[in-house]
């Protein structure tokens, strides 16, 4: 058991599945009281139901307080894990781009609003957002999805470096193929780059864990990221020309 999440009040945004679902799974395991969030009421009831925790569904920009009131009036842990996988290019339409801002990296900034006043005051909270690794390389096919999991980084990133001596621990997971709902979306762009190494939600969970475990801020349930990540930063024309080529493979299989 992880003694830092036991009896914590603990909100799973977009845990009606997937990686949220396994999220929330997991929490309730190790002894914590958890709000599941979904879009879906019927999907956050139902894991909800099957781990004993409370069920708040609705937009996750704006449950923080309900759930802080279903928990009897303390959030410990906040997972911000709804996302929006979006496709498309530069021309993608607007309404796309700005929904996958607001879902994608809005919704945590408006959680944070929410959560750090009461947070700052104690000392103590604990911050979980799902990026992706795309927020930290790219994905080929959907450029909405990559530039606002680059920001949701940024953003984790920027909480860490600013409240990590006030007591707030913060993470982010980025992960590359997970079996969910979202990757089964990905198309062929998803089929050529992330369903070699896809693992299950579980496996993401576990690392989550022991990233709490170790209190570490970045989480990579793809081990092998630290090194493209690496190359990224120290050679990035080397990088983007091995990107390019898969972008290429792609193309010649539309």
């Known amino acids: 058991m992880v003694e830092a999440v036991q009896d914590a009040g603990v909100v799973v945004t977009g845990a009606g599945g997937g990686i949220g679902a396994a999220l ?6 190790e002894g914590a009281r958890v709000v599941v969030n979904d879009l879906d009421a019927a999907k956050a009831q139902a ?7 409370i069920a708040v569904p609705g937009d996750a920009s704006a449950i923080v307080a309900e759930a802080r009131d279903a928990l009897g009036g303390t959030v410990d842990v906040y997972c911000a894990n709804a996302g929006l996988a979006s496709g498309g290019s530069e021309a993608a339409d607007e309404k796309v781009w700005a929904l996958a801002w607001d879902v994608n990296v809005m919704a945590h900034v408006r959680a944070a609003q929410e959560l ?15 990026v992706s690794a795309a927020g930290l390389l790219t994905m080929i096919g959907a450029a909405p999805y990559s530039v606002t999991k680059h920001g949701a980084y940024a953003f984790a990133e920027w909480l860490s470096l600013t409240y990590r001596h006030r007591g707030i621990n913060v993470h ?11 990757l089964d979306a990905t198309g062929s762009a998803g089929d050529l780059v992330l369903q070699p190494t896809a693992i299950e ?18 989480i990579l349930p793809h081990p092998e990221v630290a090194g493209y990540y690496q190359v990224r930063a120290a050679e990035p024309d080397r990088w983007l020309t091995n990107m390019n080529h898969i972008q290429q493979k792609w193309e010649a299989g539309q």
Do not use: N, Y
């Open 24 to 29: 929330a799974r997991r929490f309730a395991a």
């Open 47 to 53: 894991v909800a139901d099957e781990i004993g925790g």
């Open 116 to 130: 750090l006043p009461a947070w700052l005051e104690r000392g103590s909270g604990r911050f979980v957002s799902t």
């Open 172 to 182: 982010a997971i980025c992960p590359q193929g997970v079996r969910t709902d979202m």
């Open 201 to 218: 939600p579980e496996a993401v969970a576990d690392a989550l864990f022991k990233g709490i475990e170790e209190d570490r801020f970045l």
